[in-house]
């Protein structure tokens, strides 16, 4: 939201989410780690487990933001390509990594096979990330951090990369929920309110729409700086009252 704040992208990889056979959970767990660091979440994409277009839209976005996160494609079987794709994108070896082969020989010990010695493989120059939950570990080159797709695993990395970030101002968020009418009928009050505190998100957000029962929107105002939050939060609620709308802090 300021010029000054880290900005990141998530790339979502796998064949299996596009398929609809996975429904992924690691953006909305990003979206929150980040918010929670002040790091501002721009774009989100999800692609397959196809080398050329990972190594293309890699190469995008981690060329216009500060960070990216990938998930997915790390394991062991043929299509975990993830590794191999980043390593092309930065146009370095794929060499075995000695730290993350010692970790692979102590989980498995005499079942440590050539397929899990895949995962041993870790773009040159590249770090660890750790795994607490399978020990199998993830890895960051230059501003790209590279995780599993489990869901719990690539939530247990996290907890290496966050000190390995440049934080921001956390984005503070106040809801109005306003009820009895949609949200054509704030649409201008919210549209006035945003040309008057330029630093400051608003947003609509409709429920009840199309079904029976109670209808309304919830009003949403996010800012980096709290008393201009609130401030806007006091000026729209003197405004929906004065509009004869119904509204309170949710």
Excluded at 21 to 32: E, G, H
Excluded at 45 to 68: E, F
């Amino acid at each position: 939201m300021t010029e000054s704040s880290p900005t990141a992208a998530v790339l979502i990889i796998g064949d299996e989410v596009l398929s609809g056979r996975t429904q992924d959970t690691n953006l909305n767990t990003l979206a929150r780690f980040l918010a929670a660091l002040g790091i501002d979440l721009l774009e989100a994409r999800t692609i397959g487990d196809r080398k050329a277009q990972i190594v293309d839209s890699l190469n995008a976005l981690r060329a216009a933001h500060d960070y990216v996160f990938t998930t997915g494609g790390i394991g062991p079987t043929h299509d975990d390509i993830t590794a191999d794709a980043v390593a092309t994108a930065f146009g370095v070896a794929l060499p075995e990594h000695p730290d993350a082969v010692a970790i692979l020989e102590r989980r498995y010990g005499d079942d440590f096979n050539a397929a899990r010695r895949r995962m041993a493989r870790i773009p040159e120059g590249g770090t660890l990330i750790a795994n607490p939950v399978t020990d199998a570990p993830g890895f960051q080159v230059g501003n790209v951090f590279v995780m599993a797709g489990v869901p719990k695993i690539m939530t247990a990395m996290l907890e290496d990369v966050a000190p390995r970030l440049r934080t921001g101002a956390v984005v503070h968020a106040r809801t109005i929920r306003v009820t009895g009418v949609g949200e054509g009928a704030v649409a201008d009050l919210l549209a006035a309110a945003a040309r008057l505190e330029r630093e400051i998100s608003f947003g609509s957000y409709p429920f009840g729409h199309g079904s029976v029962g109670e209808i309304g929107t919830h009003l949403v105002v996010r800012g980096r700086t709290l008393a201009k939050v609130e401030g806007a939060v006091e000026a729209l609620l003197v405004e929906l009252a004065a509009a004869g709308i119904e509204a309170v802090l949710a």
